[in-house]
């Protein structure tokens, strides 16, 4: 088969409008540093951007969370380049949804928000019980405002509060459905967290002192959980490609003792709470840790307010107050200028420059990790 017969055999990427609605006062590099990483989310579930779309506005529209004007001109380009998805950065209400769904759906298009998104990466990526669980538990808790949304409109379209139409019916029927399974999610993830429980329980017990990689997605912690400990776990290019929670062990020369290190989900900015709610039991880990690895890019050019981003997050769980070890990756994209400039910038947090992929300076990063498990004694 000819490579332009390959070609046409194969299945065309859906076709996006991106469109974030940002304040006023927003600078053009935050604004496009916010699409950008949309973008990189969207490329990580498989689609192509026609085009994107900002919109200044100090408070998004009540309705429809777009601005009337500049929903109409969404709506022509849409019909125009025969989009498939209009995705928007930033979680919509029932409402705003149901409405925008109104426009577009009639045209064969639907609507996507940043959590719609993101729980579609995280489906493609589950590859444990545990994580396909959590990722059904925070659809469905995503899906519960939207069915109780329909149903008031159905409401009102069959003749206004106490109407019992079989529209209601289905929607009442549907809300019970969520909310059984909804229990019977959370029953069986509890049963794995206390099995997990009980694991690092019995590793304390043992004397087994705890390390948790943390970073920013994509920063490249799967690679380092690899080469410390010869674990073979997935290494990929691509945002979230870690969900489950995975635990390997490396040797401290200078203690002869080894200690446990894990790996989890990486987190985003504006990491929406309910999904950081739905994958408590595997961020457990981080949160049991004795110490942290703050795993940072030191080639991203966005790497300062990620880094804000994932000790915000850190605090968010409590962690705030865990020592921690600021591991700048990849060092082998930069050049001596810039890794000078780290280091002056995050003298107080004392850096650590390593390459994951080659294995540069983890003889350091060893002895580091030894000195704060003894600190901590």
Request: glycine share 6%; with cysteine.
């Amino acid at each position: 088969m000819s490579q332009k017969s390959k070609a046409q055999n194969q299945p065309s990427l859906p076709k996006v409008i991106l469109v974030d609605i940002i304040e006023p006062k927003m600078s053009p590099d935050d604004s496009l540093a916010r699409l950008n990483e949309l973008e990189r989310l969207l490329t990580t579930y498989g689609g192509f951007v026609v085009i994107r779309k900002i919109q200044k506005k100090q408070i998004p529209n009540y309705k429809t969370y777009i601005g009337s004007g500049k929903l109409a001109e969404i709506e022509v380009i849409a019909q125009e380049k025969k989009v498939d998805y209009i995705m928007i950065n930033n979680i919509l209400k029932p409402e705003q949804l149901y409405n925008l769904e109104a426009v577009f759906e009639k045209h064969g298009m639907k609507v996507w928000d940043k959590i719609d998104l993101i729980l579609e990466i995280f489906a493609k990526h589950a590859t444990t019980k545990e994580a396909t669980l959590q990722i059904e538990l925070a659809k469905l808790r995503h899906l519960g405002p939207r069915i109780a949304k329909m149903g008031g409109e159905l409401m009102r379209q069959g003749g206004g509060i106490g109407t019992r139409g079989q529209g209601e019916t289905n929607i009442e029927v549907m809300k019970r459905h969520i909310r059984k399974r909804e229990e019977t999610i959370k029953s069986q993830i509890e049963k794995i967290e206390m099995n997990r429980g009980g694991q690092r329980m019995r590793r304390r017990v043992h004397g087994f002192k705890t390390v948790a990689i943390v970073g920013y997605t994509n920063a490249g912690k799967s690679q380092l959980l690899k080469n410390l400990t010869g674990k073979d776990v997935k290494v990929k290019d691509e945002l979230f490609a870690t969900l489950d929670s995975r635990i390997g062990k490396v040797h401290l020369p200078s203690e002869g003792k080894e200690c446990l290190i894990s790996d989890t989900i990486g987190f985003i900015r504006d990491l929406p709470p309910q999904l950081i709610d739905a994958f408590h039991s595997t961020l457990a880990e981080t949160i049991d840790a004795d110490i942290l690895l703050h795993v940072i890019d030191s080639s991203d050019l966005d790497m300062e307010w990620k880094i804000e981003v994932v000790n915000e997050v850190i605090r968010n769980l409590g962690c705030g107050a865990k020592p921690m070890i600021y591991v700048f990756n990849k060092i082998d994209l930069i050049n001596q200028a810039a890794k000078e400039e780290i280091e002056t910038k995050y003298h107080a947090q004392s850096p650590l420059f390593v390459s994951a992929l080659n294995k540069t300076n983890f003889e350091k990063l060893k002895e580091q990790i030894t000195l704060e498990l003894k600190s901590i004694h």
